[in-house]
């Protein structure tokens, strides 16, 4: 049964600083990886997706890396703004069979 | 273009009652799923569709249901509600459920009183 767990929970950080959010997950046999951001009480918005096949995939500040091996995955955000404080999910597709999601890292950015 | 859409954004529904929930997906995606988000038990998969067949469901008890249409739009239905069902509910779309990008609407809360 795939588990994703992601490090850390929560991250409070100044503005401008580069910041790494960690994901990983137990099966290695996946489709694909998708990174979302949440606001609260909102829906889920598509980041990144990493197929996998694939290394990384980047969008503007942001990079996501893969590593099917070793089952992780890392989003780094370059410079970050108080618009980027949210919850941080990571989504596995195990198969196109449906998305198993990590518990997410909620981020911080203070002014 | 536009997103998915969930109707309605908000449901205060009572203990034992039935509730159904609409998606819209985006024009020319297939593939639907939902989703059900709680503070205890974080993002957990319901059940998906593609061209109006069921491909997969999770572990949820038989109360929860869903269907797709002939135009890709989606309900799901709770019966007998009990507090416990009290979340977000999320759905997704996708051009087919193999190996492409989900986009998310923006869900449906039910308040379960």
Redesign the interface.
Known sequence: KQEVTQIPAALSVPEGENLVLNCSFTDSAI??L?W?RQDP??????LL?I??SQREQTSGRLNASLDKSSGRSTLYIAASQPGDSATY?C?V?N??????????TRLSVLP | KAGVTQTPRYLIKTRGQQVTLSCSPISGHRSVSWYQQTPGQGLQFLFEYFSETQRNKGNFPGRFSGRQFSNSRSEMNVSTLELGDSALYLCASSLDPANTEAFFGQGTRLTVV
């Not at chain 1, 009480?41 to 598509?46: A, E, Q, R, V």
């Open positions: 489709y694909n998708q979302f009480g909102k829906g889920l918005t598509s997706l197929q996998s999910l989504a597709d198969y196109g069979q449906n998305f198993v999601f990590g518990p997410g």
